[in-house]
Each structure stands twice: as structure tokens, then as C-alpha cells.
């Protein structure tokens, strides 16, 4: 079975630019949840989308938002992009709720925002 | 507010010997545990998981311990090996209702010299 991917890998954008992010789960899987990762910052969620509802959401500004489409593929965008948005998102995949479920990552989109 | 705190950022250990990782949580809430692994540029990798029913589990060279009433759990690696160097995440749910997002913490970089 093929992993969680994500597309782009790396991104380079400049302040003021918006940027979307794509990631396709593991086949069956319905809950597709995302994370920023800083350095010293750990995993921070954004939020979880499961079956094309949002079902969660972390501490971000609505610049941050996502979707999920009827095949459980998911997209992140963030608008207005700042400096501190530079970090590895990460994306994750998980059969059910992700709070009840193993979560599976993919390798991560490193956006550099200058 | 931390609700997971991993307080080592790093840990060196001899190739051979014991590491061990620890993990504190705040939440009483939270029943389910999990730690993941990471190397530079990829996405975590699932190593183990506890349930609050138990009290510890174990897989190869990895088990959990988990320590309900000092909210603590920890992950022993028996042998070291050089290939465990990585970073170590600690994470939490509430996995009875399934709504709440997995909770990590910062992460604690192991390095493992032969």
C-alpha cells in the first residue's frame, strides 16, 4: 500500500504570496490531519478534516485554511504568507478519528517564506 | 498551556545500553499514547503505542510504560543502536471520544554512538 505524499516538497515563496498544499492519504483512510513543525516547536496541529468535514482546528489564524475533497485527498492554503509561516507541514492519514487511530505521516512540504 | 511536555530535548547513550525517553502529561483526559520517530526530512514514523488500561507494552526492542497516577509514560530502547539516532515524539488523545486531536510534544533527540 502506498504512504501519504505530499506535494510539493519544498517551496519557496515571498511574504504577501499564498500557497496551497496537497496531500493524498493512505488508500481507505478518511481522516486527513495537518501539522506545522518549527524548530524547538514540535508538532503544532491546524486542523483535521474527516469525510470533507472539518472536525477539528488547532490555534492559527484564518489564514490558514483546508479542505478535503470526496476521495479523502486534502488541501492546506495559507494566504498572506509571513515570514514565521516558514516551517515543514506535515500532513497526516488515519482510518478513523485521528484522536482514536494511529496517524501515519507523510515526508512533509518544507516551505521557506522570504 | 503544554499539555505534553518531553523536558530533554537531547540524549546521548552508548551504543549497546538503555535509552530511555520520558514523557509527562497534564490532561487526565488523555488515554491513549503513542510515540513517533523522526529523521531529518522525513515525516514521523508510528514506533508504539499504550492504552490507559495498560500499564505497559512492548515491541522488539521498544516498550512503554505508561504511569497513570504521575502522568508519565516513557519509552525504553533496549539494545541502542546507532539507527535509533532520531528525534523522539511523545503524543496524547483522547481516545475514548475520538473528537480531540493527537497532542504532541516538542521532541527529544536521541544520538546513539557506537
Known amino acids: 500500500k502506498a504512504g501519504v505524499t505530499q506535494t510539493p516538497r519544498y517551496l519557496i515563496k515571498t511574504r504577501g504570496q499564498q500557497v496551497t498544499l496537497s496531500c493524498s492519504p493512505i488508500?481507505?483512510?478518511?481522516?486527513v490531519s495537518w501539522y506545522q513543525q518549527t524548530p524547538g516547536q514540535g508538532l503544532q496541529f491546524l486542523f483535521e478534516?474527516?469525510?470533507?468535514?472539518?472536525?477539528n482546528k488547532g490555534n492559527f489564524p484564518g489564514r490558514f485554511s483546508g479542505r478535503q475533497f470526496s476521495n479523502s485527498r486534502s488541501e492546506m492554503n495559507v494566504s498572506t504568507l509571513e515570514l514565521g509561516d516558514s516551517a515543514l507541514y506535515l500532513c497526516?492519514?488515519?482510518?478513523?478519528?485521528?484522536?482514536?487511530?494511529?496517524?501515519?505521516f507523510g515526508p512533509g512540504t518544507r516551505l521557506t517564506v522570504l | 498551556d503544554q499539555q505534553v511536555k518531553q523536558n530533554s530535548p537531547s540524549l546521548s547513550v552508548q551504543e549497546g545500553r538503555i535509552s530511555i525517553l520520558n514523557c509527562d502529561y497534564t490532561n487526565s483526559m488523555f488515554d491513549y499514547f503513542l510515540w513517533y520517530k523522526k529523521y531529518p526530512a522525513e515525516g514521523p514514523t508510528f514506533l508504539i503505542s499504550i492504552s490507559s488500561i495498560k500499564d505497559k507494552n512492548e515491541d522488539g526492542r521498544f516498550t512503554v510504560f505508561l504511569n497513570k497516577s504521575a502522568k508519565h509514560l516513557s519509552l525504553h530502547i533496549v539494545p541502542s543502536q546507532p539507527g535509533d539516532s532520531a528525534v523522539y515524539f511523545c503524543a496524547a488523545s483522547g481516545a475514548g471520544s475520538g473528537n480531540t486531536p493527537l497532542v504532541f510534544g516538542k521532541g527529544t533527540r536521541l544520538s546513539v554512538i557506537a
Open positions: 488508500s481507505g483512510h478518511r481522516s
Open positions: 497526516a492519514s488515519s482510518l478513523s478519528l485521528a484522536g482514536a487511530d494511529t496517524q501515519y
Open positions: 478534516y474527516f469525510s470533507e468535514t472539518q472536525r
